[in-house]
């Protein structure tokens, strides 16, 4: 067994929320992860703290030039265990983010430990509802107090834990719709689109609050030079089943690697369908859509999962994506990508790790 972290207790534990309305990312557990990092240390003073406010210098450099980074992934309760799914793919991608802003890298191990340790202690905040997880937020972020545009001497990294319902709020498969942008983009290739970093965001909000008014739920991004090859959903990675092939953007320094993504990749194959990464435009997809040969569209993500899509709208065209209905495909993904995660069907890939007991 590995050596407990310190953990630093609160005085009292809070009321967990009804577990029939937990809504996404509204309800936070009791502890939190915490570690720190300055440039003579390394990083140190790995510790589970109660969950609340951090004091932040109002100069801290991730308030002013954005050196701040996350991940999500999630926990699932089962037979009386508690696991998590793939957590070194998010452990790694983590570190690949912080490389990119001239972070310094944690080792993935430390933090994997420290991340069971905090779920143990956790556990019965896990909802075991259909749909419902422990959503698990790891982030660093730069605390060094000073308006010099250089990387930070100091950062934080914090893990805090959620329990959530399913992201857009319903049925998981009911089948969104997607508004496709052609006026802003959200990265180009050689800048930070295939990091998970909070600017990407920020950057995208514009675009959905737009989207949301004329009544979509998510914004499909197209690339950031041509506008014409699509990339990725804001929340998601983006699928199209067409000519009977899984088809997906292939990942070129400006979509995000997602961890969802590279499952579902692994998982069609497992099952038995021809899946092509490729450059994939708008104009093909609206002339599929019309010839009959665009059969699905879906999404991946951690939040959202498996997301078929029922609507896309670019410029003027409006295209209905199978009648609005989750396709066969779709379905079957989603099917086994669940099963495996909650533990319903079998694991041979080794994909759940199972949080002990310390």
């Known amino acids: 067994m590995s050596e407990k972290i310190k953990l630093i207790q609160r005085e009292s534990l809070k009321e967990k929320p009804d577990p029939s309305n937990l809504g996404f990312g509204e309800y936070f557990t009791d502890y939190m992860l915490s570690f720190d990092y300055d440039i003579d240390q390394g990083w140190h003073d790995l510790k589970i703290v109660p969950y609340g406010p951090i004091e932040l210098s109002p100069a801290a450099q991730a308030l002013h030039y954005g050196q701040a980074v996350f991940e999500g992934l999630k926990a699932y309760k089962h037979d009386g265990e508690v696991d998590l799914f793939r957590p070194s793919e998010n452990f790694k991608r983590i570190n690949n983010s912080l490389a990119r802003l001239d972070m310094p890298k944690v080792d993935e191990d430390t933090l ?75 990265a180009v290739r050689g800048g930070v689109g295939h990091a998970k970093v909070a600017g990407n965001y920020a950057a995208s909000l514009l675009a959905q609050t737009n989207a949301s008014a004329q009544g979509y739920d998510q914004v499909l991004w197209l690339d950031g030079v041509e506008q014409k090859y699509v990339e990725e959903v804001g929340s998601m990675n983006i699928f199209f089943v067409e000519n009977g092939k899984v088809v997906t953007p292939e990942l070129n320094g400006s979509i995000l690697p997602g961890i969802t993504r590279k499952t579902v990749i692994e998982l069609a194959q497992n ?73 319903k069907l079998d694991d041979p890939n080794g994909w759940r790790v199972v949080v002990p007991r310390y």
């Not at 498996?306 to 209905?325: A, R």
């Open 271 to 343: 099952l038995g369908y021809e899946v092509e990464e490729r450059r994939v435009s708008i104009d093909e997809l609206i002339e599929a859509h019309h010839n009959g040969t665009l059969t699905e569209v879906f999404g991946t993500g951690t939040a959202a999962v498996i997301s078929p899509v029922g609507q896309l709208k670019y410029g003027d065209t409006e295209i209905v994506i199978n009648n609005n209905e989750t396709g066969e495909v779709t379905q079957n993904l989603y099917d086994n990508y669940v099963g495996i995660q909650s533990g």
């Open 112 to 186: 994997l430990e420290g991340l069971k340790q905090l779920v143990d202690i956790e556990r019965d905040w896990v909802p075991e509802g259909e749909g419902q997880s422990l959503y698990i937020r790891p982030y660093v972020f730069a605390t060094e107090g000073i308006l010099g545009v250089r990387p930070s001497y100091s950062y934080k990294l914090l893990i805090i834990l959620s329990p959530s319902g399913s992201y857009y709020g319903g049925d998981s498969l009911n089948p969104t719709k997607i508004y496709v942008e052609d006026e802003y983009v959200r």
